[in-house]
């Protein structure tokens, strides 16, 4: 790196998946800064939100990631990283010395002297970008609003290069102040420390998360589609299609529900089993989608698996 970069050294590659690309980043970043890499506090905030069913309309989208039949909602109605939704896990991630508030860049100053603050202040920030102008992705100048979110993780305001961490591109890599400012939305997310937290925050009564209603219902409906899908199918490129929106609604909704449950109830056998089937239905939705062959039986007996595990 060039002298007088940056670097966030510690904080890991976006890896792991929470809600959407941006949850991944914001839990790499308040990791990061409470200094504790497997920390999963984000996780229990699941405890108050639940998963909700859509029926979606195949044709109102050619990307497979907008295929998502699972949503998590807030307790008080919202998607998790709306506007309203962010207020939410602010409030959430105040009792744990953490604040997440969501940033505008009206102009190419502003995001200028907003990465420059956030790297003076050990301030993490995440941002909003569309892939169509990211010259490391499959969608560069081909697919516009092929919406994704960025973490940067070191910067260098001499070169005015910034550094990305980002699991999809290939972990990290350095970008040209111009390049991230066109692929920049105008917004992201800015995650620093609570510079008013004590150490201490007043005690919660536990939440009782209804699974039946919140996760179990849902899911169910998301499994008796998958396999109604994959009933017959002919076509390779439809096959893909829904194998991937299949793939992404169980690693960025489900899992991290399951993960939540490792974490706050009893049964931890039961559970890591869930969990084991989960990645194992995931890996297989990938293989068929890769490989264009039919694997609807072999992801049925997972199906049935998972159904009939208490």
Not at 58 to 80: A, C, K, M, S
Not at 181 to 188: A, E, K, N, P
Not at 280 to 303: F, P, T, Y
Request: net charge negative.
């Amino acid at each position: 790196m060039e002298e007088g970069f940056v670097v966030y050294d510690r904080m890991l590659y976006p890896d792991e998946q929470f809600v959407c690309c941006i949850g991944g980043r914001v839990l790499c970043a308040v990791r990061y800064l409470l200094g504790k890499p497997g920390n999963m506090d984000l996780f229990s905030y699941l405890r108050q939100c639940r998963i909700d069913y859509h029926v979606l309309i195949r044709e109102h989208t050619e990307d497979p990631w907008f295929y998502q039949p699972l949503e998590i909602i807030t307790e008080l109605g919202n998607p998790v990283f709306s506007r309203e939704g962010i207020r939410e896990l602010d409030g959430f991630l105040k009792r744990i010395g953490i604040r997440l508030e969501r940033v505008e860049f009206p102009g190419n100053t502003d995001l200028w002297n907003a990465i420059k603050s956030a790297f003076a202040h050990t301030e993490v920030l995440v941002l909003n970008i569309d892939q169509y102008y990211h010259p490391k992705s499959e969608k560069f100048h081909r697919q516009k609003y092929a919406w994704h979110a960025l973490l940067l993780k070191g910067f260098c305001e001499r070169t005015g290069e910034v550094l990305v961490s980002d699991s999809t591109h290939g972990k990290e890599y350095p970008l040209a102040f111009e390049v991230v400012q066109q692929m920049c939305i105008g917004s992201g997310y800015l995650v620093k420390r609570d510079m008013a937290f004590t150490g201490t925050y007043p005690e919660q009564n536990p939440i009782l998360f209804d699974w039946d209603r919140n996760f179990l219902q849902p899911v169910f409906c998301f499994l008796k589609e998958m396999r109604e899908k994959f009933s017959g199918f002919a076509d390779e490129k439809e096959l893909a299609f829904y194998s991937y929106g299949y793939c992404y609604t169980i690693k960025y909704t489900i899992i991290p529900f399951v993960k939540m449950a490792l974490q706050t109830e009893q049964d931890q056998q039961s559970w890591n089993i869930k969990l084991l089937l989960w990645e194992k239905l995931s890996r297989l939705l990938v293989k068929m989608a890769l490989s264009g062959k039919d694997l609807s039986k072999r992801i049925d007996q997972v199906i049935q698996d998972l159904v009939e595990e208490p």
